[in-house]
């Protein structure tokens, strides 16, 4: 078979207990400021890996991640997404 492995690798940050805070914010750097919170819901963590591999922008790429509802996430989000 030659077709190229379509891999990602999510790269998680510290687990909570809790209700679904929505997909989770992340950055290909992992000494981004909008990842600081290094806090994530394990529901939320989940979410992101089906959403992961549906999403060919992250096809061979290793995400950082943090929950969505975080200060840091907050504090850094783009103009255009919602709080």
Known sequence: ???AARWTVVRG?????????????W???????????????????????VAAIENDALV?????????RTASALAHRAPDQPA
């Open 1 to 3: 078979m030659n077709r």
């Open 13 to 25: 940050s510290d687990l909570e207990e809790g209700p679904s805070e929505g997909l989770p914010v």
């Open 27 to 49: 950055s290909r750097h992992v000494g981004d400021p909008i990842l600081a919170s290094n806090r994530t819901r394990r529901i939320d963590f989940a979410l992101f890996m």
């Open 60 to 68: 061979q790429e290793a995400p950082a991640i943090v929950g969505c």
